[in-house]
Each structure stands twice: as C-alpha cells, then as structure tokens.
T-cell receptor, first 110, second 114 residues
Framework: KQEVTQIPAALSVPEGENLVLNCSFTDSAIYNLQWFRQDPGKGLTSLLLIQSSQREQTSGRLNASLDKSSGRSTLYIAASQPGDSATYLCAVGHDYKLSFGAGTTVTVRA | DAGVIQSPRHEVTEMGQEVTLRCKPISGHNSLFWYRQTMMRGLELLIYFNNNVPIDDSGMPEDRFSAKMPNASFSTLKIQPSEPRDSAVYFC????????????FGEGSRLTVL
C-alpha cells in the first residue's frame, strides 16, 4: 500500500521568504504526482502535475520536482505572499488511484 | 468551463435519514471519483467510475453507501440510513484520463448527521 508523508505538518514564514514543502512516498512505481492547494472550507485546487517520466514542473512562482528513485517530491514557492496561506497536499498516482498525504498547512505572515 | 459542480454544499440531517449528494463532472471527462475527507482519516477514495461504469467501490464503507452514474454528466452518492459517523466533507472529482490525467475537484458537500 502506498504511504505518502508530508513534513512538516505546519509551517509559518514571513512574507517574501521562499517556501519548501516536502512529500515522500514508499512505492516508486507511480504514474504521476500532483500537488494541490486547499483553502479552508473549499475544494482542492490542482497546482502542478508531474508525469512519472518528468523531473520537474513549473508554473509561475511554483516549481515541483520529482525523484522517483528516492520517493520524494518537493514543492517550491518563491517569494511567498499572504495569499499563499493554505494547506498544500501531495498526491501520488498509481493506476487510477491517488494516495494523498495529510498536507502541510502554510501561514505567510504579512 | 464551470468546473466540477456539487450539491448541496451543506447538508444537516438527523440520524436515520437518507442523504443524496450530487455531482456534475467537467464536460468531456471520462473518469469520476467520490472522496471523503475527515480530520482523522484525511482523503479517502470511496468509488471510481470510468465511462459511467463503477470500476472500484472497495472504499465504500458499508452497504449504507451507494453511488450511481446514469450518464456522463451526473453522479449521485447516497447514504441510507445516515449515521453521525458519516459526518464529513464529500468531494467529487473528475479527470479526462485515468493514469495520466490531472484531477479536478468540486467544492465539496459538507455533511453533518446529528
């Protein structure tokens, strides 16, 4: 069974600092990895999708890397803003199933 | 596109009542998923449909839960009878393909069973 771990569970940084969110998974036989953002009381918003053949994806201030061999992915958010405050979830795809981490709750202080 | 649309957004009911949650996936998507999110267990996959056919319902907690997808643009998740432990946020999500498709979530239906 795929286990997905996200450390730390919570993170507080001052505005402007770069964010580094970690995700690790136990089974490297994955099809893709997806990073989501969830605001309180809202659904999950897809941020980045990395296919298993890719090493990274970038969108604006966001960059996600994938190292299948070590079972790790990292989400970088450059120059954080208060609007980046949310919970970020990592999900690992195998066949049709996504296995989710518990998320990292980020607070960006103005 | 309007995205994945779920209704109702909030539902408060009493134990023993029937609950029906509804989902309209993104047009053109052929895969639909129902998830449940709780603080204790995080996100759990309940059931997965591909081309309107249930492929995996192993995550459905028990016989009180049932799901249908009568056509490509509509799905329901029904709980009968409901119990307090069913209180959670239920999400519907859809994608264009199964293995490589990006998953899009609805806003969720928050269910409270008293």
């Amino acid at each position: 069974k795929q286990e997905v771990t996200q450390i730390p569970a919570a993170l507080s940084v001052p505005e402007g600092e770069n964010l580094v969110l970690n995700c690790s998974f136990t089974d490297s036989a994955i099809y893709n990895l997806q990073w989501f953002r969830q605001d309180p009381g809202k659904g999950l918003t897809s941020l980045l999708l990395i296919q298993s053949s890719q090493r990274e994806q970038t969108s604006g201030r966001l960059n996600a890397s994938l190292d299948k061999s070590s079972g790790r992915s990292t989400l970088y958010i450059a120059a954080s803003q208060p609007g980046d405050s949310a919970t970020y979830l990592c999900a690992v795809g195998h066949d049709y199933k996504l296995s989710f981490g518990a998320g990292t709750t980020v607070t960006v202080r103005a | 596109d309007a995205g994945v649309i779920q209704s109702p957004r909030h539902e408060v009911t009493e134990m023993g009542q029937e609950v029906t949650l509804r989902c309209k996936p993104i047009s053109g998507h052929n895969s639909l998923f129902w998830y449940r999110q709780t603080m204790m267990r995080g996100l759990e996959l309940l059931i997965y449909f591909n081309n309107n056919v249930p492929i995996d319902d192993s995550g459905m907690p028990e016989d009180r839960f049932s799901a249908k997808m009568p056509n490509a643009s509509f799905s329901t998740l029904k709980i009968q009878p409901s119990e307090p432990r069913d209180s959670a946020v239920y999400f519907c999500a859809s994608s264009h393909t199964t293995n490589t498709g990006e998953l899009f979530f609805g806003e969720g239906s928050r269910l409270t069973v008293l």
